[in-house]
Nanobody, 118 residues
Framework: QVQLAESGGGSVQAGGSLRLSCGVSGGTSSRRCMGWFRQAPGKEREGVARIDIDGSTWYGDSVKGRFTISKDNAKNTLYLQMNSLKSEDTAMYYC????????????WGQGTQVTVSS
């Protein structure tokens, strides 16, 4: 059973940066699509970024140019570098993993809170 554990959330002022990490256990990160989602209070969960097994990436419009997703397969860890943070980035951030190359996410972490103050 694949398990995901996020870390790196916290409170930061607008314009600041954070790096989220997601450790993968019970499976390998190298052979599966992985991604980050977020959910703010009162809002639906939205996709933030994803990375395919060939390394290609996708970003939500609201984070393009500010966030970077990456993966270290040797460490079985997924990252999300978040720069130029805005108050609207405040949310619970979740790591997700698919069973394989198709980006159908079956595994979810518990989430890490990101709070951006203006």
């Amino acid at each position: 059973q694949v398990q995901l554990a996020e870390s790196g959330g916290g409170s930061v002022q607008a314009g600041g940066s954070l790096r989220l990490s997601c450790g993968v256990s019970g499976g390998t990160s190298s052979r599966r699509c992985m991604g980050w989602f977020r959910q703010a209070p009162g809002k639906e969960r939205e996709g933030v970024a994803r990375i395919d097994i060939d390394g290609s990436t996708w970003y939500g419009d609201s984070v393009k140019g500010r966030f970077t997703i990456s993966k270290d397969n040797a460490k079985n860890t997924l990252y999300l570098q978040m720069n130029s943070l805005k108050s609207e980035d405040t949310a619970m951030y979740y790591c997700a993993a698919a069973m394989g190359w198709r980006c159908l996410f079956s595994y979810w972490g518990q989430g890490t809170q990101v709070t951006v103050s203006s």
